[in-house]
């Protein structure tokens, strides 16, 4: 076993980090997706933080001809030959993305049923093509992304509501590709790792209707224009069941699931039990940062439900609801906090980050936590409740010298929580 200090346990956290990235790498995962060679012409679309690194690893694979464009983030862009990079804003889209959006249609106009189309489709395509319905404009859609974020709605719901504002979610880019097939591999950051929900489903169509959408609204209190509600009422998204999707075929190649399990396996293997509480929690985030303090001081008093030393690891995807105004993080660090708040005094070390290498709009992934941690924020002139409070996690983790950023990953399944408990 890894010998234990604060300097030794951050050092497994880490690695275990790094195994759960290893398993979702985008080359490894698309080796064994390859579709079979078209007569026509193969072209690569894609969007998401990691959508680069996906089109990089592809062309490598690839054994033909290949053209095409995919969507990044700024800053998460990487080297390809022949399959063109775009970057735009997230997690509110701008102009980049909405030119970026338009330049999506136009690599797939013209396409013939001797064609194929790759969709490499990852987390953070939502916001990175943006395409307000006829009528409507960026600053509409900028609106309705602000809302949905603030909301601490489920992303099940916000993409409920996102497929109904839009002139390419849903499977419409997908329809625009017609007749060619369009082979989507997917590298999912959603929990239950359903497809049609991971950038809002640009090239995979699903069965949320309208009704879905405005009961989304209704139940988290979405403040928006009427204009918006009304286009929402009476524009239905395409039906899965459109003969002009028939022949598709879409694949989920990375997920939440392949990295916890590699970042159990990483633990067992340096003589650490692991425990896997679920790859799908979904929740707001200091909410369900209690019920991991309460589990994590149950094992570290108790030795139940699990004895010590055990690695207690989760993934899925909370949410925040912004409470204060000006606070810096993302749901990570608002996980953290809550959490180093509940097991002050614990023996134990944590780390949650977001696997794409981004938690919230700073350039961390996400912290560590001990049991010492609320208590040095406080000798830094940190108040973490306040903090906490207002939503400003990242400042409190910042004072205390405890962020993790490992930088931008090349791909995205997700959050990752590990809690260590010697």
Request: charged share 20%.
């Amino acid at each position: 076993m890894t010998q234990s200090s604060p300097s030794a346990d951050r050092a497994l956290l880490t690695r275990l980090f790094d195994a759960a990235i290893a398993a979702a790498d985008p080359k490894q995962a698309l080796a064994a997706h390859l579709p079979a060679r078209p007569k026509g012409r193969t072209v690569v679309i894609g969007a998401g933080k990691g959508a680069a690194q996906m089109a990089a690893a592809f062309e490598e694979l690839w054994d033909g001809p290949v053209e095409g464009l995919v969507v990044t983030r700024y800053g998460y862009g990487a080297p390809t030959q022949h399959i063109r990079v775009l970057e735009a804003a997230h997690p509110v889209p701008d102009a980049a993305g909405l030119a970026a959006t338009q330049t999506l249609f136009d690599t797939v106009r013209d396409l013939t049923s001797d064609d194929l189309v790759v969709a490499l489709i990852c987390g953070g395509g939502s916001a990175l093509l943006p395409s307000p319905p006829d009528g409507f404009t960026l600053q509409d859609e900028q609106a309705l992304n602000r809302a949905l974020l603030a909301s601490g709605a489920p992303i099940s719901a916000m993409n409920a509501v996102r497929k109904h504002f839009s002139g390419i979610k849903g499977g419409r880019l997908a329809a625009a590709c017609a007749p060619a097939r369009v082979v989507s591999l997917v590298v999912s950051d959603v929990p239950g790792d359903d497809p049609a929900q991971v950038a809002s489903g640009p090239t995979v169509p699903d069965t949320t209707d309208q009704a879905a959408a405005l009961a989304a609204i209704d139940a988290h209190r979405i403040d928006l224009p009427e204009t918006l509600l009304t286009h929402i009422r009476s524009h239905a998204a395409p039906d899965p069941a459109d003969p002009g999707f028939a022949g598709n075929e879409v694949h989920v190649i990375a997920s939440a699931a392949l990295s916890l399990e590699a970042a159990a396996k990483t633990a067992e293997a340096e003589g650490l039990p692991a425990v896997i509480l679920s790859d799908a929690i979904e929740g707001e985030a200091r909410e369900v940062a209690k019920v991991h303090a309460a589990i994590a001081r149950e094992v570290a008093s108790k030795d139940r439900p699990f004895a010590k030393p055990l690695v207690i690891l989760s993934g899925g995807e909370t949410t925040v609801t912004l409470r204060g105004e000006g606070g810096k993080g993302g749901r990570n660090t608002e996980f953290l906090l809550s959490l180093a708040l509940e097991v002050e005094g614990t023996a134990l070390t944590a780390l949650a980050a977001d696997t794409d290498g981004i938690d919230g709009s700073e350039d961390n992934a996400g912290a560590f936590v001990d049991g010492t941690t609320t208590a040095r924020m406080r000798v830094a002139g940190v108040d973490p409740a306040g903090m906490l409070a207002r939503n400003d996690a990242f400042t409190a983790f910042q004072a205390t010298g405890d962020l993790f950023s490992p930088g931008p990953t090349g791909t995205n399944v997700n959050d990752f929580r590990a809690i260590l408990i010697r």
